[in-house]
């Protein structure tokens, strides 16, 4: 009272002298608005602040509440129910601290990551490239690649395996296709060649190019299962006349087919061995131009890598912590919750803080043949690899994980895709739509290596 009254204000009437003003009376007025008539009546003017003011709150609630009666608060209190749901569903989709979520489900991880999170996720926890001597770059552009892309589905929905299963899909199909038709060798080479579909890509790409096949069964074995492709303008050597890549006389190979310039001769290897050793092979034979499948991340695979050669700590993107309450151990610890092929600490870190390789081993033959390393040797192969190379270049992945569904690489060490996440209406036009989510998840950072000329 003492607050309005110093106000010259009054939360009652103001009453006539000649008319006695009842308690129930004074209640009763100060609920209700008050009506021009009243104003009059009372003498006051309706432009007085005290008439224009907004009653209180507790005012307001006490007038609602008198006027819908006892049979509605049951409604009340379900609609206060539903809001406070509402309020909890929308914290647990939106605060990262939840992870109550299905792995390696791509809703999930929208809905913990964001489609703005899965954009600016690649690259997060580095991509470590090799340096090349000269810094010398790739001709072609995310552009010509995009463009490729649009040509390649068509092709790839004719191919005769449908399920490659341990076998290339199709990131990596359309990175061969592209490749070798960009180049145009006079000469294809593949070592390693299982049911034949890179055999197949290859042939899609150069129609009329001679090819050399590699591999210790010869895909017309698996004829007898199921589908397979054995090229007519292929020379094989497999089965009984396998040879391994490393004991071919090259010179008097290639010479038969009419090649001289190895420089017009490219070389893939999806054959699962050491690529340090590939490379050091290729490189005496003279071959310049060489396409690895499986270049496997730090701490995966069943061989030693160029991406694992250049995951070095003075390469940008490269280098680990083996200390478990790092930022890095922290953030691999939450993405293997969601990527089949992620790797936390524990993963990769052997004894004596090991990373390197896989837990410092350098890995050869289908994992049957284990060296361990020490950080030194790794290093050094590192730097043997850089002075010979005049380019070095990952394939990106095809699209985002919010268009492929892919659960298997994480994106954190891949680099952008050619196709960004939440770019749908491109992805559908492009006819990736159409094909099966699964074969979207053998990516694994195939790479291009452009060796340098001797003496360079």
Request: with cysteine; net charge neutral; hydrophobic share 35%.
């Amino acid at each position: 009272m003492e607050r309005g009254m110093n106000n010259g204000q009054s939360l009652w009437h103001s009453q006539s002298p000649k008319t006695p003003t009842t308690m129930l009376d004074r209640a009763l007025s100060s609920r209700r608005p008050h009506s021009d008539a009243d104003l009059s009546a009372s003498g006051e003017s309706g432009t007085d602040e005290s008439k224009t003011k907004r009653p209180h709150i507790y005012l307001l609630a006490s007038n609602f509440l008198s006027r819908i009666g006892h049979q509605w608060w049951p409604c009340l209190i379900l609609a206060l129910l539903f809001l406070v749901l509402l309020f909890l569903i929308s914290v647990a989709f939106h605060s990262h601290s939840f992870v109550c979520i299905s792995r390696f489900d791509p809703a999930a991880r929208i809905g913990f990551f964001g489609l703005d999170g899965l954009e600016s996720d690649f690259g997060a926890l580095g991509v470590p490239w090799c340096r090349s001597k000269h810094g010398k770059e790739v001709e072609w552009t995310s552009k010509d690649l995009l463009k490729g892309l649009e040509e390649f589905v068509p092709i790839y929905e004719t191919r005769p395996i449908k399920n490659n299963m341990y076998g290339m899909g199709f990131d990596h199909s359309f990175g061969l296709w592209f490749m070798a038709r960009w180049l145009k060798p006079d000469m294809m080479i593949e070592s390693g060649a299982f049911k034949g579909h890179s055999t197949w890509v290859l042939r899609q790409a150069m129609p009329d190019t001679p090819m050399i096949s590699l591999t210790p069964r010869h895909p017309e074995k698996y004829l007898r299962k199921g589908p397979a492709y054995v090229d007519g303008n292929c020379t094989y050597f497999a089965g009984k006349d396998f040879v391994d890549f490393g004991s071919v006389d090259w010179k008097n190979v290639l010479r038969k087919h009419g090649i001289t310039d190895l420089s017009r001769v490219i070389v893939f290897f999806d054959d699962h061995q050491n690529e340090l050793k590939r490379l050091k092979q290729a490189l005496k034979a003279g071959f310049r131009h060489l396409i690895f499948e499986d270049n496997y991340d730090t701490g995966t695979g069943d061989h030693y890598s160029l991406r694992q050669i250049c995951d070095q700590s003075h390469i940008r993107g490269g280098g680990h912590s083996c200390f478990k309450d790092s930022d890095e151990a922290r953030m691999r610890s939450k993405r293997k919750k969601f990527w089949e092929k992620a790797v936390d600490t524990e993963e990769l870190c052997g004894p004596g803080e090991t990373w390197w390789g896989v837990k410092g081993e350098m890995r050869d033959d289908f994992n049957h043949t284990n060296t361990p390393i020490s950080y030194n040797q790794h290093f050094q192969n590192s730097r043997y690899v850089e002075s010979i190379l005049d380019v070095y270049w990952e394939l990106p992945p095809v699209a985002g994980p919010s268009l492929t569904h892919q659960s298997r690489y994480d994106p954190a060490r891949a680099t952008p895709p050619i196709v960004a996440d939440g770019k749908h209406r491109l992805f559908q036009r492009i006819g990736l739509g159409r094909l099966d989510k699964s074969v979207f998840n053998g990516y694994t950072q195939m790479v291009y290596l452009e060796i340098s000329k001797p003496g360079s």
